[in-house]
């Protein structure tokens, strides 16, 4: 396939429950409060983040021992980068998700639409920056607070009976924005977001405009709002 070559594809992705896992079971997709990352989607290319780490089971399938840093000096290894992943570039990102009716459903970018289809409720977003490649595609019946501050859509996606920090975490937001835009370089993005989820695993994670989290609710977001500031961005700023 060329460069800059578009293409259509439809997948159909399924992950049925069956009963409980030796380390627990964290569902992904729920009645209220569906949480998944980019891990659902087909990786295009060769990707060694997937390959069989564990040194018994390379023997077994009869694989040689894996290479566990490269060298300083190999080239190719520089296209795979923290953050970027395999083949690593900044992406352009668009996304048309279908939810519930009575759901709000939510991806990296600004809201440019949501309406109604064949009984289903459905939301358009588009970044209007690159972005790494991770992601989350959210979806629940949320109450919704939003704000402006700095030119930055502020908003906290919350379950309506949790509404006790949603003050905190608003004034958390724009006390992130003055600190990092002064020492790290202005923030990247239009829109930032904080999304509830349920506890079902234990995540707190700093996206492109985005800072999914479930667990105690007065736990810091300061180390998300961190790395979406700043791990996430597309240009390098100079620190002090």
């Known amino acids: 396939m060329r460069l800059a070559t578009r293409f259509a594809c439809a997948i159909a992705p399924a992950r049925p429950a069956r009963g409980f896992t030796g380390d627990g079971s964290a569902p992904v997709i729920t009645v209220n409060g569906t949480y998944f990352r980019r891990d659902w989607f087909p990786v295009l290319g060769y990707a060694p983040s997937l390959e069989l780490v564990d040194e018994e089971d390379r023997r077994t399938e009869g694989l040689p021992p894996r290479t566990r840093v490269a060298s300083i000096d190999d080239v190719a290894a520089r296209d795979n980068a923290y953050m970027l992943g395999d083949n690593a570039d900044w992406i352009a990102f668009r996304a048309t998700v279908s939810t519930a009716p009575d759901q709000v459903a939510v991806a990296p970018g600004m809201f440019v639409r949501d309406y109604q289809e064949n009984g289903r409720r459905v939301f358009e977003y588009a970044m209007d920056a690159p972005m790494s490649n991770d992601y989350a595609i959210l979806s629940a019946r949320y109450a919704v607070r939003r704000e402006a501050y700095r030119g930055v859509a502020l908003e906290v996606l919350y379950h309506s009976g949790h509404a006790f920090n949603v003050d905190r975490m608003m004034t958390a937001m ?67």
Request: proline residues 12%; charged residues 15%; glycine residues 6%.
């Open 174 to 240: 724009k006390a992130s924005l003055d600190y990092y835009t002064t020492h790290f370089g202005p923030y990247q993005f239009r829109q930032l977001r904080i999304v509830e989820f349920p506890t079902l695993c234990a995540v707190r994670a700093g996206l492109p405009g985005t800072i999914p989290f479930s667990g105690p609710p007065a736990s810091s977001h300061a180390p998300a709002m961190a790395r979406t500031t700043w791990t996430c961005r597309s240009t390098s700023q100079p620190t002090r």
